[in-house]
């Protein structure tokens, strides 16, 4: 099928935001995500955005939303160096033919944040 | 907080072995999810299952099945393992609907 496509690196200086962005593949997708994963770790779910949704703010994370386009987009505000990692995006659909949904996910961007 | 665990973090094993990865979540979750991953691939789903005794075949199945024989479990088997199975393995669980996968910590298989 389609890919869900991200940028593979980004490199930002501590202090100033990051902005990881994503493109998905079905307007139809109902739920969009975002994880974390630190080096030999598993993911962690940062945030997630419903599709009625174009904006949601979490403490530092803005996530936005356009359906239009499906650009899906994080953005790290006072980014440090806690926060390298490889970040995923991942939207949820339902193939043609089944009933279930599940999560396609991108490839993941490093995030390098540079003391 | 959820808890998904996987009983090993790192483990070797041989060429034509039969191999067993365990995962155990403790929030009642009815979907739970193998992935693998490699360098340069992302996260491809193996098998995933959204009740005990269901499962559906993901994007790479072959030379892999599973087994959600309690619901709080579900085992990843490689029948024979090869050297291509060398890889890290995720197991994720969730509510049913769009509820976020909630990821152990993964396992880094190494076949010799």
């Known amino acids: 099928g389609e890919d869900v496509e991200q940028s593979l690196f980004l490199s930002v200086r501590e202090g100033d935001s990051s902005v990881i962005n994503c493109t998905y593949t079905?307007?139809?997708?109902?739920?969009l995500y975002w994880y974390k994963q630190e080096p030999g770790a598993g993911l962690q779910l940062l945030t997630y955005?419903?599709?009625?949704?174009d904006m949601k703010q979490d403490q530092r994370l803005t996530v936005l939303l356009n359906k239009k386009d499906k650009h899906l987009s994080l953005r790290i505000a006072d980014t440090q160096t806690g926060d390298s990692a490889i970040y995923f995006c991942?939207?949820?659909?339902?193939?043609?033919?089944?009933?279930?949904?599940?999560?396609?996910f991108g490839r993941g961007t490093q995030l390098t944040v540079w003391p | 907080d959820v808890k998904v665990t996987q009983s090993s973090r790192y483990l070797v094993k041989r060429t034509g072995e039969k191999v067993f990865l365990e995962c155990v979540q403790d929030?009642?979750?009815?979907?739970m999810f193998w992935y693998r991953q490699d360098p340069g691939l992302g996260l491809r789903l193996i098998y995933f299952s959204y009740d005990v005794k269901m499962k559906e075949k993901g994007d790479i199945p072959e030379g892999y099945s599973v087994s959600r024989e309690k619901k709080e479990r579900f085992s990843l088997i490689l029948e024979s393992a090869s050297t291509n199975q060398t890889s890290m393995y995720l197991c994720a669980s969730s509510y049913r609907g769009g509820q976020p996968q909630h990821f152990g910590d993964g396992t880094r298989l190494s076949i010799l």
């Open positions: 079905d307007s139809s997708s109902t739920y």
């Open positions: 929030m009642d979750h009815e979907n």
């Open positions: 991942a939207e949820r659909r339902t193939d043609r033919g089944s009933t279930l949904g599940r999560l396609y």
């Open positions: 955005i419903f599709s009625n949704m």
